[in-house]
């Protein structure tokens, strides 16, 4: 059987993956809710730069001009208001449809409530894109096919026949990893993004500069340090991440060899993905509102749930809900900020 699919969100990651997968022979429509992202992706195609460089004829829509059935929708926009966005998608569906949401963050819940949890499937991207333009986007992570990853999976781990065929599809733009404790993928990818997105964010930087720069990589390290303890006494079993097991590299206790050892590693952790500007901050930049409260905030949220305090998370919220107000601006002077919490 064939499936008909779309991608829903000519964001940087919906242009990357759009044009990775037409490039390939696959026949597919995007999605988007912008009526010059629909008309330079008509005209001019996807358009991929930075480490990869080139670009796919693909075929646009507006989501108000969409007349099919789905049997998938890749779900690639943000989140602000991600149930009344599935709303609209659920009209897209066939009677068996079934959404892959590829945000960043827990999505699933908010997805699985509108059209429940057997027809709900999420993906954590394991790569980074910036839009430079309509159609046009950076890709900022290193180009092999196992650099370009994916984690897929359920939050109460059915399968159906589109199961396959959505692993199909992403297999050809990179690597997936199906996981069975997804909300252990999801997790370690909402570290990463809570440690280096926020800060990315916050400095108003890449991540490797973040990194790289020893006062905010001490935040970086205490926000990793959160999102473990947390997983912990949630009962969340952190997964690997490229073959890398994050809880055994960056996770100490007091103030010892391992604590030093994470904090030099950080850098390196990052290095292959140092050149991705946090989509958040981009947003910011655009004079846009942003996902913070379904990065850091959802740590947050967790810690509040199972009294574990998570200090730094919150103050990268307090601090990225200041730019959307205009009181402070992305910029290292943001760093100080953190200052008491060391105390």
């Known amino acids: 059987m064939k499936f008909k699919y779309a991608i829903y969100g000519a964001g940087s990651l919906g242009i990357v993956l759009s044009a990775y997968l037409a490039k390939s022979g696959e026949i597919f429509d995007i999605i988007d809710r912008n009526p010059k992202s629909v008309e330079a ?140 404790n997804f909300i252990g993928a999801r997790w370690v990818k909402l570290l990463i993004n809570s440690a280096f997105s926020g800060m990315s964010t916050v400095c108003g930087d890449t991540f490797g500069a973040v990194a790289k720069n020893k006062a905010s990589r001490k935040v970086i390290q205490r926000i990793i340090k959160e999102c473990i303890d947390v997983a912990k006494v949630a009962k969340i079993k952190i997964e690997p991440i490229q073959g890398k097991d994050v809880v055994k590299l960056l996770d100490y206790k007091g103030n010892g060899f391992k604590k030093w050892f994470s904090f030099v590693i950080i850098p ?49 919220v307090e601090i990225v809900k200041s730019f959307e107000t205009k009181k402070r601006q992305p910029s290292y002077d943001n760093v100080k900020l953190f200052d008491e919490l060391f105390k």
């Open 41 to 180: 992706l008509n005209s001019n195609g996807a358009v991929v730069k930075g480490k990869a460089n080139f670009s796919a004829k693909v075929h646009a829509i507006h989501e108000d001009e969409v007349t099919k059935k789905y049997d998938i929708i890749f779900m690639l926009s943000k989140q602000i208001e991600n149930k009344k966005t599935v709303k609209k998608l659920s009209k897209m569906l066939a009677s068996d449809g079934v959404i892959c949401t590829m945000q960043n963050g827990l999505p699933e819940a908010d997805v699985a409530e509108v059209i429940g949890e057997n027809r709900t499937y999420g993906c954590a991207v394991g790569w980074g894109a910036t839009r430079l333009d309509y159609g046009v986007s950076e890709l900022t992570s290193e180009p092999e096919k196992e650099n370009l990853g994916f984690s897929f999976g359920s939050m109460d781990g059915h399968k159906d026949d589109k199961f396959d065929e959505i692993v199909r599809i992403l297999n050809v733009m990179g690597t997936v990893a199906v996981e069975e």
């Open 268 to 316: 390196i952790a990052i290095k292959k993905h140092s050149a991705l500007k946090a989509s958040m901050l981009q947003d910011i930049e655009k004079g846009k509102p942003c996902e913070i409260d379904s990065i850091n905030g959802i740590v947050s949220e967790f810690g509040k749930k199972y009294n574990v305090p998570t200090p730094f998370n919150d103050k990268v």
